[in-house]
Structure formats: structure tokens, C-alpha cells
């Protein structure tokens, strides 16, 4: 078992531009032992290059080592486009093993898709057009953008859409993750998600949670590594000549609990807000389109009773409440009853009594 059958032909669509790949291992356990690590990923990009040239790929598609470790199997995990063929521009990158810091081609959301926050969208829009064109923005870039408001308003999904409509990579990480086990570890894996980024720039670096590791230094001897991250952190983000072409833009829903020398260098906050009357509705109308089940609510009843819920509770704790509720009773549809029970049972008080402190 050397290598897949090329099955590039003239005919195939045209390059890949970017290529996620998993190590998987060697088909006989018993042959080999070694695992072969990748200390350098522009190192590897290259030797890949070398072996794969001409090769078609899709997701799912094996590609075996026949080099320094023959046999090792390497799998698709996402390519942009979905199918092509490597060539000498195809970037090539292999899913961290710490999977600490996921890498994703976004493909199925938009800034439509994002309901109400339009002040947010059309600020954006900068963001937008640096990523398709960064050369033109030159040291006017928006490298560092900080996105903020309360949980389940959208940062997330506008930042996946920026990607998406830039045609970009995402690089993720949630701020907790970087938190390791031993000093030294959280620098690191901010160095090596920043090393990441730039080789697969322009793309997008998201820090999720990231008021978990960018707290104010009055909260900074709660954690354990976490002054050696924000030094680490403060270096990658004023490395704006190094950071060609990369957009990092951090998510919290604490924006007053930030440490101010990390805020400082985000030279944009962009606030998002809880839906109001309209946009909730809206949110509803979307999430039904394609429901498995009938549905006779009426939304507007609904919308009005949901005032101070994001619109990931309308989703997750509403809709998706009154659906399972549903199957579980063996109905074939939803109600107007159905979706306020729902909405009863979350802004439901506790009927536990409070605690008692003692001293």
C-alpha cells in the first residue's frame, strides 16, 4: 500500500487552495512505532507539495506518506474548494494534535444569516475587505477587533461569515483551551496558533472566552499561567508587520473585566446587542422554515413574550424545547402553548432558597 491511485485528470476542476489534512497512522500497528511529528508546518507544506503534486482530493480521500514514513495515512478533513487538485499553490496544513486550535473552511453562513445587529455587519464590512484585498490596506489594517455583548447575539456566527464571504480560513480557539497543565504551555500554543495563522493568512484568528485569559491583572493571580499567556498574547497581537494579512478578532461578554494593555490593542470594539421585537421574530420565522414537525404558532405572541432572550435561547431553549417535548408525546406538530411553555420554564425562579453565607 504505497499510495491512492491518482485519479487527476485534465478534465478535474481546477487547484486546491487550501487543504486540512488528519494524521491517522499506519495500516499494520505492528510495522511501525515512530509517529511522525510536525515541528515546522511551512517545512511540511513543502514536502507534501512534493509527494502530492497532480494528486486529486476530496474530503474523506487518503493520502499516504512514501517518504521519510512510508505508509502513514493522512486523511482529508476539508479543502477549498471541495475537490480539486494539489498544486504548488495548495496550502497544506495538518489538524493540530493538541486540537486546542481548530481550522475550518467556512462554508454554509453568511452576514445574511446574521439576524438584526446592523451596526455591527456595517462595521464589519472593513474586516470584510481587508481580508479579500489586505495589501491595500497597509499599516491601516484592522488587525485586532474586539467583539462583545451578552452570550448567544451572534459574535461568533458573523465572525464564521466574514470567513465564509471573505473565502478565508478560520482558525478558532476558545481562550480556555490555552490554559495547560504546566507553565509555558499556554504561550506556546498562542505562539503556534499565531505561526498557523500566518502561514494560511489571509485568514481569520477567532478567540473565543476571551475574557478567561485576557482578564484585568487585579484578577490575574487567580489563574495559574495566565501572565505568561498575556505576555505571550501582547507580543502576537503587536506583531502587525509578521501578521500580514490576519485578522484577529477576540469574542467576550465581559468587555469591563478585559486587562486595559490587551484592550488597548484592539483598535476596534464592535458591541452586540440582545434582539428586540422584529429581530426575534425574524429569528423565530428562519428556525421554523425547515422544522420537522407542523407547525401553528402564532409568532407574533411569541416574539413579544420573549423579551431578554438572545437568539440562541429562542433556538436552543425554545424551539428546540418544544420540539423534543413534542416527539417525546408522540405528536406530529407544535403549538402556540407548546413554544410559551417553553419560554415559562426558562424565566421559571429557582425554587431553591438561597444560600447561606457563613464567616
Known amino acids: 500500500m504505497r499510495r491512492e491511485v491518482r485519479e487527476a485528470k485534465h478534465t478535474l476542476p481546477g487547484e486546491v487552495k487550501y487543504l486540512i489534512l488528519r494524521p491517522l497512522g499506519y495500516p499494520l500497528r505492528a510495522s511501525y512505532h515512530e509517529y511522525p511529528m510536525i515541528d515546522n508546518p511551512r517545512v511540511f507544506d513543502r514536502y507534501a507539495k512534493d509527494q502530492w503534486k497532480g494528486e486529486y482530493v476530496s474530503k474523506g480521500r487518503l493520502l499516504f506518506d512514501i517518504r521519510m514514513f512510508p505508509d502513514f495515512a493522512f486523511e482529508v478533513v476539508s479543502a477549498e474548494p471541495d475537490s480539486g487538485v494539489i498544486t504548488d499553490s495548495t496550502i497544506i496544513l495538518v489538524e493540530s494534535p493538541s486540537k486546542s486550535i481548530e481550522t475550518e473552511i467556512i462554508k454554509d453562513v453568511s452576514l445574511k444569516d446574521v439576524v438584526g445587529q446592523e451596526e455591527a455587519k456595517r462595521k464589519v464590512i472593513v474586516i470584510l475587505e481587508f481580508l479579500k484585498n489586505p495589501k491595500r490596506f497597509g499599516k491601516w489594517a484592522p488587525k485586532n477587533v474586539l467583539f462583545y455583548g451578552p452570550p448567544g447575539t451572534g459574535k461568533t456566527m458573523t465572525a464564521k461569515a466574514l470567513a465564509h464571504e471573505a473565502n478565508v480560513p478560520f482558525l478558532s480557539v476558545k481562550s480556555t483551551k490555552l490554559i495547560g497543565e504546566h507553565v509555558g504551555d499556554g504561550a506556546r500554543r498562542i505562539h503556534e496558533l499565531f505561526e498557523r495563522a500566518r502561514q494560511l493568512s489571509p485568514c481569520i484568528v477567532f478567540l473565543d472566552e476571551f475574557d478567561s485569559i485576557a482578564l484585568d491583572r487585579s484578577y ?21 508587520e509578521r501578521n500580514e494579512g490576519i485578522c484577529t478578532i477576540a469574542a467576550t461578554n465581559r468587555a469591563d473585566m478585559l486587562d486595559a494593555s490587551i484592550r488597548s490593542r484592539f483598535e476596534e470594539e464592535i458591541e452586540f446587542s440582545m434582539p428586540d421585537y422584529d429581530e426575534r421574530l425574524e429569528i423565530l420565522k428562519r428556525n421554523l422554515e425547515d422544522f420537522p414537525l407542523k407547525v401553528s404558532a402564532k409568532l407574533e405572541l411569541v416574539a413579544r413574550s420573549t423579551e431578554g432572550l438572545s437568539g440562541r435561547d429562542l433556538v436552543e431553549k425554545v424551539i428546540k424545547a418544544a420540539l423534543h417535548k413534542a416527539i417525546a408525546d408522540g405528536r406530529e406538530s407544535i403549538d402556540t402553548e407548546d413554544l410559551l411553555d417553553a419560554i415559562t420554564r426558562i424565566k421559571k425562579p429557582s425554587k431553591q432558597p438561597p444560600k447561606q453565607m457563613f464567616i
Open 220 to 240: 490575574q493571580e487567580l489563574r495559574g499561567d495566565v501572565s505568561e499567556i498575556v505576555n505571550a498574547l501582547l507580543t502576537e497581537l503587536d506583531g502587525i
